[in-house]
């Protein structure tokens, strides 16, 4: 195990849902990140938290919502997502944003495995 | 744009031998380099990396090439075993912190 958990593992939903992604890291780490993993894709950086603040959102669709209530948890609001929203989603932490060429090592969760019909 | 890909989208080897992963970038300014495993059900997990002043590196049964000459990263796994079957991912970092550009990945399936 990484210590770093989501729920749910796998979520259906309609494209007129709403629904939340959970990650809670057990590390003590500072950064929290969202990715998108799709089919036949590379990893995809959504979102990035640092000390509960967002530092970035990689265009993404006003669709994704992100919450970071704390430096431990974080989750991604999901509504009226598209079939292409399909993939999986991993959230990651580190022990901080590792700026001015210092790279902090990411640890993942299992990632939620999300289908929109 | 910049990227980052992989020369096989598959690899199959027998339980013993060794493997031999290939990844390919473009961006001369990347100085930080990483390969991740994942299982299935799993996410990425670090495996190693190396930094651009380098070009080699190696760990409990892995090591990482890279020839910046040609742009080109590899990571072998000596003695294979079928736990090593996963994903493999190579991902860059150009020197801005947290951003990594991943490649698309390479599935590695260990026969007996």
């Known amino acids: 195990e990484t210590g770093v958990t989501q729920t749910p593992r796998h979520l259906v939903m309609g494209m007129t849902n709403k629904k939340s992604l959970k990650c809670e890291q057990h590390?003590?780490?500072?950064?929290m990140y969202w990715y998108k993993q799709s089919a036949k894709k590379p990893l995809e950086l959504m979102f990035v938290y640092s000390l509960e603040e967002r530092v970035e959102n990689n265009s993404v669709p006003s669709r994704f919502s992100p919450e970071c209530p704390n430096s431990s948890h974080l989750f991604l609001h999901l509504h009226t997502l598209q079939p292409e929203d399909s993939a999986l989603y991993l959230c990651a932490s580190s022990q901080d944003l590792g700026r001015g060429g210092a790279y902090n090592e990411q640890f993942f969760g299992p990632g939620t495995r999300l289908t929109v019909l | 744009g910049e990227s980052v890909g992989l020369h096989l989208p598959t690899l199959s080897v027998q339980e013993g031998d060794n493997s031999i992963i290939n990844c390919a970038y473009s961006?001369?300014?990347?100085?930080?380099f990483i390969w991740y495993k994942q299982e299935s059900g799993k996410g990425p997990q670090f495996i190693i990396d190396?930094?651009?002043?380098?070009d080699k590196r190696q760990g409990q049964r892995v090591t990482v090439l890279l020839n910046k000459t040609v742009k080109h990263l590899s990571l072998q796994i000596a003695a294979t075993q079928p736990g090593d079957s996963a994903v493999y991912f190579c991902?860059?970092?150009?020197?801005?912190?947290?951003?990594?550009?991943f490649g698309k990945g390479t599935s590695l399936l260990v026969t007996p």
């Open positions: 991902a860059e970092n150009n020197g801005s912190g947290y951003a990594l550009n």
């Open positions: 190396i930094r651009s002043n380098m």
């Open positions: 961006n001369s300014a990347s100085d930080y």
């Open positions: 590390l003590g780490h500072n950064a």
